[in-house]
């Protein structure tokens, strides 16, 4: 069994930054692959970034190149770096852990001015 715990959320102004982090305790094993979802009010859940055990990583396009996705292993927690936030930014963001397929609770992260 695996619990996975975010924590970072908050209100940010747009152009802003936060940093999310996710802990994970139980088993992880070596072909886990970490990352980070979101859900905004009234839409699906959408892939945000995702980082395999060995460190390949995967991003939404509306993301790229604002968003940074690390991982520590040791630590079993994986983090989203967020820079220039924008309005569009706003929802729930949830920790996956795959393909076992568990979830965290979510954090909100509000980008408001």
């Known amino acids: 069994q695996v619990q996975l715990v975010e924590s970072g959320g908050g209100l940010v102004q747009p152009g802003g930054s936060l940093r999310l982090s996710c802990a994970a305790s139980g088993s992880i094993f070596i072909l886990d692959t970490m990352g980070w979802y979101r859900q905004a009010p009234g839409k699906q859940r959408e892939l945000v970034a995702t980082?395999?055990?060995?460190?390949?990583?995967n991003y939404a396009d509306s993301v790229k190149g604002r968003f940074i996705i690390s991982r520590d292993n040791a630590a079993n927690t994986v983090y989203l770096q967020m820079n220039s936030l924008k309005l569009e930014d706003t929802a729930v963001y949830y920790c996956?852990?795959?393909?076992?397929?568990?979830w965290g609770k979510g954090t909100l992260v509000t980008v408001s001015s």
């Open positions: 996956n852990l795959s393909p076992a397929g568990y």
């Open positions: 980082m395999t055990y060995g460190g390949s990583t």
